[in-house]
């Protein structure tokens, strides 16, 4: 038998060598336009120990340096490893895993819960499991990007109204084809710090046969005592009424969870995409949360200390007080906001920095986020800091 010759490599033109060469040249183009436009962004690793003072983190009760959730989370890695080995419907889902999902039920009064790896995916997974052809989206304007996104991946029709306006949104129910509704808000705008009237949603939603998802990320630990937005408005337990929570704000750890009727949990478990294919949370994370979530449940006063700090924060900074951690301070445009960011660091100070996409254009901002156990030396010296600024 005669060896197989060797078929020669195929040519390639030049012109096809200078296309590839000019594969990413929209990439320097695109770059080159957000940064006329202040919008690049650029990563600053951050050492362990920092003479900063943190104001932007959201971190509300300031529980990631808590030795009690530290311990906790070093206890975790020490019994169940550093990993969850698998997704959580096949090694995934440990006995701390349900004593999360039990104790995390227990502090927002749901009558269930569903822990996921983040709480970015258990937004996607509560909206897409629940939605779907058959199924009507009304999506806040300034709802989080997670929301978002599970909106876009829902297989609805999403009507998307301006941030609020519960009249647009009960014409767009009650003129729906669909069989099926979902409300979709934040609890807590991320950006304005604002609180949505959950009441008021609630009331459209039943009387309008729609099913209401709440993002409570930003009230959580903030809110009622610390129990969340949801529960100060008295609708935790409501069974037309989803609640979604991170474990990464108040809770000083990472993740997320689904809290809701049992029928709701168990749908989720059968059809939520990113709970069935994602590795379950980390146990490190899942031990840490859980002694957060218990600190809350036994000193709710954290609650009140850092609104009160929050309300200090804005009147250094000569805006309203809001109804959580968030303190906006509304620049306008996105470079504006990017120096003053800077000016503020060199200063020692660290502030978030918000700007188009995460805000509208025309509205970047500094987002200073308060903390429970910010002293009053630290207050002092970001009056200070923005005096100084105020004054050039």
């Known amino acids: 038998m005669q060896p197989r010759a060797e078929m020669p490599a195929p040519s390639v033109s030049e012109d096809a060598k200078v296309s590839d060469l000019n594969q990413l ?4 183009r695109t770059a080159s336009a957000r940064r006329a436009a202040g919008l690049r962004r650029q990563l600053r690793p951050r050492p362990a120990v920092s003479a900063l003072l943190d104001l932007a983190s959201n971190d509300y009760l300031g529980l990631s340096r808590d030795s009690r959730v530290i311990d906790a989370a070093a206890q975790a890695l020490r019994v169940w490893g550093s990993g969850s080995t698998g997704s959580r419907l096949v090694t995934g889902t440990t006995e701390l895993h349900a004593e999360l999902e039990v104790t995390l039920a227990e502090l927002v009064g749901a009558p269930a819960a569903l822990v996921f790896s983040s709480g970015y995916l258990a937004n996607i997974g509560a909206i897409t499991a629940l939605a779907g052809p058959d199924c009507l989206v009304v999506s806040d304007t300034g709802n989080h990007a997670s929301l978002v996104d599970g909106c876009r991946l829902a297989k609805s029709r999403v009507v998307v109204i301006p941030h609020g306006e519960l009249t647009l949104a009960e014409q767009a129910l009650t003129g729906r084809p669909e069989a099926r509704a979902l409300i979709v808000i934040d609890a807590i705008n991320s950006a304005d710090g604002d609180l949505s009237p959950l009441r008021r949603w609630h009331e459209l939603a039943r009387r309008c046969g729609a099913l209401l998802v709440i993002d409570d990320a930003h009230g959580v630990g903030v809110r009622g ?18 609640t979604t929570v991170t474990l990464s704000k108040s809770l000083a750890a990472q993740g997320g969870a689904v809290l809701a009727a049992p029928a709701v ?3 989720l478990i059968d059809t939520a995409r990113t709970f069935i294919f994602d590795t379950g949370l980390n146990p490190a994370a899942a031990g840490a949360a859980l002694a957060a979530a218990r600190i809350i449940l036994r000193e709710p006063e954290l609650a009140n200390d850092v609104l009160a700090r929050a309300a200090e924060l804005a009147t250094s900074c000569g805006v309203p007080a809001t109804d959580s951690a968030v303190v906006p301070v509304i620049v306008g445009e996105a470079e504006h906001a990017y120096q003053l960011a800077m000016a503020l660091r060199d200063k020692g100070i660290l502030v978030g920095c918000f700007r188009p996409p995460s805000v509208p254009s025309g509205t970047a901002r500094l987002r200073i986020t308060a903390r429970a156990t910010l002293t009053d030396a630290e207050l002092r010296r970001f009056r200070q800091a923005m005096a100084e600024l105020s004054a050039l």
């Open 225 to 242: 005592n610390g129990r969340g937005a949801v529960a100060e408005a008295g609708l935790a337990g409501e069974p037309d009424v989803v």
């Open 25 to 28: 040249d929209w990439l320097a």
């Open 265 to 267: 949990i168990e749908h």
